[in-house]
């Protein structure tokens, strides 16, 4: 299990990797860290089958980082917009490696403690389902499969009784490394599978 001081410990001790945009868009997601009769653990959301981009895939809450925006402001914001969740600055602990994405975006991962008074309103507009996935369920090996579309190997974590896919198993590969076993494993390199490419 993990707990906010060692988390902030291993995050601020985290020599991220940054990556230029290079005509890409920026993007942020949130690692939220709720805590619940589990214990802690952080939140996947299954994205609504009515949005234009990759509907019906597993998520962290996240999106477009505006202008002016930081790469927290921006984590927040879609936080407030996907799950009802309001969390100050306060909340952050810090970022996690950027990873870019095959459909143009270079995704910005921030770590955020909600704690144990979150509650979670999904706006069904955007998000189908929310899950706290806790410790020794985010403690997975992670699958990684070859393809004949690209030289790197795609990374699946099995949880929730599916596969989860890069970006998201990248990000949370990386932070249950990171997390639960002190451990930096660098994931930008992590293949997606063919069909999150668009």
Do not use: C
């Amino acid at each position: 299990m993990f707990e906010r001081e060692a988390l902030t410990r291993s995050v601020a001790a985290f020599g991220r990797r940054e990556h230029p945009l290079d005509g890409r868009r920026a993007a942020a997601v949130a690692i939220v860290v709720v805590e619940d009769d589990g214990g802690p653990g952080i939140v996947l959301t299954k994205r609504s089958a009515r949005l234009r981009a990759h509907a019906g895939q597993w998520a962290l809450p996240g999106g477009r980082v505006d202008a002016g925006e930081t790469y927290e402001d921006a984590a927040l914001r879609e936080l407030h917009e996907e799950l009802g969740m309001l969390l100050s600055s306060h909340a952050v602990i810090g970022r996690l490696d950027d990873y870019p994405t095959r459909s143009g975006y270079v995704i910005t991962p921030v770590v955020v403690w909600a704690g144990a008074d979150a509650t979670m309103t999904p706006n069904p507009a955007e998000v189908a389902s929310a899950h706290v996935v806790s410790g020794p369920v985010l403690d997975v090996e992670p699958r990684f499969v070859s393809i004949p579309e690209s030289t790197s190997p795609v990374i699946q974590l099995p949880m929730l009784g599916t596969l989860i896919h890069a970006p998201t198993a990248a990000v949370v590969y990386q932070f249950r490394e990171l997390a639960l076993h002190g451990r930096v494993v660098r994931v930008d390199e992590l293949e997606q599978p063919v069909f999150a490419w668009r």
